[in-house]
T-cell receptor
Framework: AAGVIQSPRHLIKEKRETATLKCYPI?????VYWYQQGPGQDPQFLIS???????DKGSIPDRFSAQQFSDYHSELNMSSLELGDSALYFC??????????????????FGPGTRLTVL | GNSVTQMEGPVTLSEEAFLTINCTYT??????LFWYVQYPGEGLQLLLK?????DKGSNKGFEATYRKETTSFHLEKGSVQVSDSAVYFC????????????FGAGTQVVVTP
């Protein structure tokens, strides 16, 4: 079965540079989430999109921006990179079931992650 | 706000031992509860889930029961294998949000032969 694809898998940048991470959700999934996992930490929610609109926002720095495109893939843009941005960045996708009856969203499927190293 | 608390690791066990990882949560509404597993150098894999009180999630010999009265979702496995060595994350998703996951700190499990 198709899984969530993330690219690149590894990325090395210098401080103050920019980086763009890409995520391709599972076909027919309409919701994308981004998480950041620092070394030895639990994943922290950054931002999510449903049908190309931002649906929720977490602890995402102002230096970061993201969007979801018409083909449902998403990109996380990171500018003025800092050493502390070094982390594993996960994308997850899901299918929105609707809020009627408290169904919410279906389970999230995670990509393999992009390991960003800022030197 | 929502939060998840799970027991600290590492948890070191011998093969075929019984594993329990405690997880408790605080949430508004009626959250869905999950256990994710992360093997070294890999991404997160859903291990099991439960979407309402008294539901039991199970997969690959692991089980967890959604206990609303104690706000808990403890993970158990009767006989662990070396291949179960990984970091286990308890997580919740509220129905009043867009499905974002709130994770616990993670528990590293090390199974020795």
């Amino acid at each position: 079965a198709a899984g969530v694809i993330q690219s690149p898998r590894h990325l090395i940048k210098e401080k103050r540079e920019t980086a763009t991470l890409k995520c391709y959700p599972i076909p027919r999934h309409d919701t994308v989430y981004w998480y950041q996992q620092g070394p030895g930490q639990d994943p922290q929610f950054l931002i999510s999109f449903y049908e190309k609109m931002q649906s929720d926002k977490g602890s995402i720095p102002d230096r970061f921006s993201a969007q979801q495109f018409s083909d449902y893939h998403s990109e996380l843009n990171m500018s003025s990179l800092e050493l502390g941005d070094s982390a594993l960045y996960f994308c997850a996708s899901s299918f929105y079931l609707g809020l009627a009856g408290g169904q919410g969203v279906d389970e999230q499927f995670f990509g393999p992650g992009t390991r960003l190293t800022v030197l | 706000g929502n939060s998840v608390t799970q027991m600290e690791g590492p948890v070191t066990l011998s093969e075929e031992a019984f594993l329990t990882i405690n997880c408790t949560y605080t949430a508004t509404g009626y959250p869905s509860l999950f256990w994710y597993v992360q093997y070294p150098g890999e991404g997160l894999q859903l291990l099991l889930k439960a979407t309402k009180a008294d539901d039991k999630g199970s997969n690959k010999g692991f089980e967890a029961t959604y206990r609303k009265e104690t706000t808990s979702f403890h993970l158990e496995k009767g006989s662990v294998q070396v291949s179960d060595s990984a970091v286990y994350f308890c997580a919740l998703s509220s129905t009043d949000s867009w499905g974002k996951l709130q994770f616990g700190a993670g528990t590293q499990v090390v199974v020795t032969p």
